[in-house]
């Protein structure tokens, strides 16, 4: 009786969960057969691959970057020298896991390594970069719009405008090439043809992507229907602006109006709040990169155990069979 709740409780209970009796048991002894230098070396493959991995992405992703935007490929470049050692070492003779070991540490590394530069390069100038440009701008509070220039707001990288500042709907455009590029000035009543009157230079622009109709004078980007909205956060990406400058020309044309020197903005209500934004989501990125490589890395020196463990070939017959 004893011997037959032993057993039963040795198989961890296989009858009531539907596996094979004994199944967990197998695969606890095919891991637990790795020998104590084994079992230190899959311990190696499953951390300090990720540790390469957070070391390069921390580098690429943040402040040093934008600092440091040449020298961040030097103080990463330390990243790869545990790749290039396990590479150099040389495969033993014999057969088995333990000649398998420093190949797989140098490929998990290399993969550490080049996925956390495309990781980092692409977080830090999607969202960082941003975020550290703006905080490296000014801020200028109660501007009149009507009476603003363009050069006296090239450095401003958040902008609150005074009472009465509104976007220009009826003098809005857009420029089509791929994505619609949408522009509408940032203007007073003092600015607006339906009033009968027209500024010397329309320079501050709020702009936005595929947020407007092309056919129509028409925008729908960022806090536009908000009446509290009263303030721009600077647009920053290089690759968009040259085709905001051509809606711009072409509402020049359409609208029988100048503009000296654009500079744009985004239209929104708390420019601060929309600014941290940029870095909360290339943190949260981070975090989320470093938890999904810890995962993929640890799989793969799993698998790699069960493929070249000693056994593991009558453990996979045993889990086909199950």
């Known amino acids: 009786m004893e011997d037959g709740a032993k057993g039963a409780a040795g198989d961890y209970g296989s009858v009531a969960h539907g596996g094979k009796p004994g199944m967990p048991r197998k695969v606890f002894q095919e891991f637990h057969g790795l020998s104590g230098a084994d079992a230190a070396k899959a311990l190696g493959c499953t951390c300090i691959p990720p540790l390469i991995f957070m070391f390069t992405a921390t580098v690429m992703s943040f402040k040093f970057h934008f600092t440091q935007p040449r020298g961040v490929w030097l103080i990463a470049l330390p990243g790869i020298i545990p790749a290039l050692v396990m590479f150099s070492v040389k495969q033993p003779r014999f057969a088995g896991i333990a000649a398998k070991w420093p190949r797989l540490a140098a490929i998990l590394c290399f993969v550490a390594y080049f996925s956390a530069s495309v990781f980092g390069e692409l977080n830090y100038w999607y969202y960082a970069q941003p975020f550290f440009f703006l905080e490296s701008l000014k801020t200028y509070s109660n501007v009149d719009p009507a009476q603003a220039s363009g050069v006296q707001l090239m450095d401003a990288g958040m902008v609150y405008f005074a009472e009465g500042a509104r976007l220009g709907m009826d003098m809005a455009m857009s420029f089509t090439s791929w994505d619609t590029y949408c522009v509408a000035p940032i203007t007073t009543s003092e600015g607006l043809p339906t009033q009968g009157a027209q500024l010397v230079s329309y320079d501050l622009w709020a702009v936005g992507v595929n947020c407007c109709k092309s056919a129509e004078a028409d ?104």
Not at 227 to 242: H, N, T
Not at 253 to 274: C, G, H, M
Not at 301 to 322: H, T
């Open 219 to 322: 925008f729908r980007c960022g806090a536009f229907d908000d009446y509290k909205a009263r303030a721009g956060l600077r647009q920053v990406s290089a690759e968009q602006r040259p085709y905001f400058r051509l809606a711009v020309q072409q509402a020049e044309a359409a609208y029988n109006i100048q503009a000296s020197n654009p500079t744009f903005f985004y239209w929104v209500k708390d420019p601060r709040l929309e600014e941290r934004l940029f870095f909360t989501t290339s943190f949260e990125n981070w975090v989320l990169a470093n938890a999904v490589h810890f995962a993929l890395n640890a799989f793969a020196v799993l698998c790699f155990i069960m493929v070249f463990n000693k056994g593991s070939k009558d453990l996979r017959l045993s889990v086909l069979g199950a």
